[in-house]
């Protein structure tokens, strides 16, 4: 046997060699502009970040002024739409994979993935025409409820899948014991798709955290700390846009720092979800 | 002359059913004809299964076995377009009569899969769980007691007594399929179908399963499936031969691997295929 490289040999290796460097290179390409962004964000936000900005509500230009009513606005609206949004999207995804085995499912899962490529903006001016115009003013359920919407089909599809992926013997074992369908599904597959539906759930919040076009049309933005839920409520998101969209200077400075701020509580989020939904077994 | 399968001494007088015509027969199987889809897989089986003895499945892959065992407690019928015809009685009860409650049945009818699937929890939890589906205690105690007892049948106890709280997955295979033995064995069924129960394990974990038909022999009627012709040699008292989706010969184990009634049987004993 001889393992000296025959001559055919040179060419298959350059070539996978080349490829090789090739992926690496995209993924270099990938992950450096995300690092990118993060320090050119946190470079330009720093400067204005102080404790009065994150507990301030925003002031005339000159007065300084912060954010802390976004922030508590961007955290009531996530947990309106999360109330809303995470459990009928797992019941959709619940649905789609352990229920609907007919044509309707099938069609039910194309309409949710047509749904997932709906702009923003568009279910935003949805949520305006059936909820702010007979509510006739601008509200944080509205802002709420058009987050959670554009949840619906991202949770569906990624529970659908993750409980796909649960072995069919789990569910056969449980059946054997006597266990009725709906047992099945609540006490022993959907636990064991707990940390994958946690990510699916973790994704979708995180997308929605960054909307700001479907909250011009319904929680519309204050300058106050929100005192209900029936009125408009600040938004990172709504705050950057106003600020960035200003004349001056300075409230540029702040539209930066708000930025860093969002990014800080988008990672957050995750990491608590993460703790949360570690896999015990 | 192909040689002769090794037949090991039995402990105890094996009883077929010929033998026994007069005792009820614990299941008894006519004229069952199952599809998938348009695919025959099973032709006519007409079968009847004595309580308290161990009944052997052999033959070769794809010969039905597995899915007649799965007709025993409807298991079938979380596939999707398959079809049964005729009758399975248990207990003088049609199993597939209009209006049968599968959960009752399955409760009586226990099961074990070829793959060991304990749920992802705890070890404890996973024997509970019949327990807790079913309602049939409400004192911590007595689950407590029932889990117990059902770990010691399945002679599974004195490895996790400690570990009760642990994962059930990071128990060993042999310790895996034992488990979801005591799983089973907890909501006290009379019968218990097993699936190549120790296709997936080694030697020594296999004896550990075997011992352990052997012993439950006394109390639940039991119909196992396998691949190993040793196994069913040692394990059963009486052996039915499936090949193409039919069955061929039922008979006494000790006589089934010596001297059997049926040229094909004697064909795949012997080795001359499947």
């Known amino acids: ?281 | 002359m192909a040689p002769r399968v090794d037949v090991p001494e039995r402990r105890e007088p094996p009883s077929a059913p010929s033998e026994t015509p007069s005792t009820q027969p614990k299941i008894s199987v006519r004229d069952l004809d199952f599809f998938y889809g348009r695919t025959q897989a099973l032709h006519n089986i007409v079968l009847d299964i004595p309580e308290r003895v161990v009944m052997a499945f052999i033959g070769p892959s794809g010969c039905g076995k597995s899915t007649f065992l799965r007709t025993l407690n409807r298991m079938n019928d979380v596939i999707p377009a398959t079809r049964v015809s005729g009758k399975v009685t248990i207990d003088d009860h049609d199993i597939y009569a209009a209006g049968t409650d599968v959960v009752a049945l399955r409760r009586k009818v226990g099961m074990v899969f070829q793959k060991s699937n304990p749920f992802p929890k705890s070890i404890f939890e996973n024997v509970a769980y019949g327990l807790r589906i079913n309602r049939v205690t409400s004192s911590k105690s007595e689950l407590a007691g029932r889990v117990e007892q059902a770990l010691q049948d399945a002679a599974l106890w004195n490895e996790v007594k400690d570990r009760l709280k642990m994962s059930a997955l990071s128990l060993s295979g042999g310790q895996q399929q034992r488990l979801c033995i005591a799983r089973a064995l907890a909501i006290r069924p009379q019968i218990l179908l097993m699936d190549e129960p120790a296709s997936a394990l080694d030697p020594i974990a296999t004896s550990k399963i075997e011992e352990l038909i052997f012993d439950l022999k006394k109390q639940y009627t039991i119909v196992i499936v396998t691949h190993n012709m040793q196994q069913a040699a040692r394990v059963s008292d009486i052996t039915a031969f499936f090949l193409l989706g039919k069955l061929i010969e039922v008979n006494a184990t000790e006589k089934m691997f010596t001297a059997p009634n049926e040229k094909l049987t004697e064909d795949y004993i012997t080795g001359r295929f499947g």
């Open chain 1, 1 to 281: 046997m001889n393992f000296v490289a025959a001559r055919g040999d040179r060419t298959r290796r350059i070539s996978s060699a080349l490829m090789t460097s090739l992926t690496a290179l995209c993924t270099l390409l990938a992950v450096g502009a995300l690092f990118i962004i993060l320090a050119y964000i946190a470079l330009k936000g720093i400067g204005s970040l102080n404790f009065q900005f994150l507990v301030d509500r925003p002031r005339p230009v000159g007065e300084g002024g912060g954010i802390g009513n976004a922030i508590i606005g961007s955290l009531v609206l996530l947990a309106i739409s999360s109330a809303f949004g995470l459990p009928i999207g797992i019941a959709v995804g619940v649905y789609l994979s352990e229920v609907g085995k007919s044509r309707l499912a099938s069609i039910v899962r194309f309409i949710v993935d047509t749904l997932t490529g709906i702009p923003s903006i568009v279910t935003g001016v949805f949520i305006y025409a059936i909820l702010v115009l007979p509510m006739k003013h601008f509200s944080a359920i509205a802002g709420g409820v058009a987050l959670g919407l554009i949840m619906v089909p991202i949770v569906g599809r990624t529970t659908e899948e993750m409980l796909k992926l649960v072995p069919h013997s789990l569910r056969e074992g449980a059946l054997a014991l006597g266990a009725p369908q709906w047992r099945v599904t609540l006490g022993v597959v959907l636990p064991a798709a707990a940390s994958g539906i946690a990510t699916g759930a973790m994704l979708a919040i995180a997308r929605v955290s960054g909307e700001t076009a479907p909250l011009l049309f319904t929680a519309f933005g204050s300058r106050f700390f929100p005192t209900s839920l029936n009125e408009p409520i600040a938004s990172l998101t709504v705050q950057i846009y106003n600020y960035a969209l200003s004349p001056y200077d300075e409230w540029h400075a702040l539209a930066w720092a708000a930025t860093l701020v969002l990014m800080t509580l988008i990672l957050g989020i995750n990491i608590v979800v993460r703790v949360l939904t570690r896999r015990k077994f």
